[in-house]
């Protein structure tokens, strides 16, 4: 069975900081893995995807990567922001059809003036 | 932002009776699921849809049924609610023809609570 594990899961930064979030998955049999973010009483919104075959994804000041053959991917974040504050998802998408993700638990993000 | 709406955004029921969630998309996606969201346990799938009548099973089904007459609609009922499906049920779309069909947009979200 796949798990999703997210460290740390609670993370308070001053602004302006560079910073890692990590997520690991115990079946490296991944199509891809998908970072998201919730902010407090919304829904999820969709950061990044990341196939498979590829090591990396970017947009903005958001990077993420991937390595399937150990089980891990960041996300990076840079020049942090208050409005980047929120809890960042990370989920992979087992094999097989459906697209049927599996999430991580989280990691809640602060970021301080 | 996608467009999915979820309906009702909250509710309040007592055990034992029906409740049914609907969410509705506007984007003509094929694949339909519904994820319910509990602290320290993250998103958990309950079921999805891959087409109009065409449903599967996620992780922790027990206890609820989905319907998809519509590729628009898809309905998440709660035959006889119980208080351990209290929870923040969240609808998600993908689209399976393009270069991005694996990635997964979710709508608002409905608080539920079982008293």
């Known amino acids: 069975k796949q798990e999703v594990t997210q460290i740390p899961a609670a993370l308070s930064v001053p602004e302006g900081e560079n910073l890692v979030l990590n997520c690991s998955f115990t079946d490296s049999a991944i199509y891809n893995l998908q970072w998201f973010r919730q902010d407090p009483g919304k829904g999820l919104t969709s950061l990044l995807l990341?196939?498979?075959?590829?090591r990396e994804q970017t947009s903005g000041r958001l990077n993420a990567s991937l390595d399937k053959s150990s089980g891990r991917s960041t996300l990076y974040i840079a020049a942090s922001q208050p409005g980047d504050s929120a809890t960042y998802l990370c989920a992979v998408r087992r094999g097989g059809g459906g697209n049927k993700l599996t999430f991580g638990t989280g990691t809640q993000l602060k970021v301080e003036l | 932002d996608a467009g999915i709406t979820q309906s009702p955004r909250h509710k309040v029921t007592e055990t034992g009776t029906p409740v049914t969630l609907r969410c509705h998309q506007t984007e003509n996606h094929r694949y339909m699921y519904w994820y319910r969201q509990d602290p320290g346990h993250g998103l958990r799938l309950i079921h999805y849809?891959?087409?109009?009548?065409?449903?599967d099973k996620g992780e922790v089904s027990d206890g609820y049924s989905v319907s998809r007459s519509k590729t628009e609609d898809f309905l998440l009922t709660l035959e006889s609610a119980t208080s351990s499906q209290t929870s923040v049920y969240f609808c998600?779309?993908?689209?399976?023809?393009?270069?991005?069909?694996?990635?997964?947009?979710f709508g608002p979200g409905t608080r539920l609570t079982v008293l």
């Open positions: 990341i196939q498979s075959s590829q």
């Open positions: 849809s891959y087409g109009v009548k065409d449903t």
């Open positions: 998600a779309i993908s689209e399976s023809l393009t270069s991005l069909e694996n990635e997964q947009f």
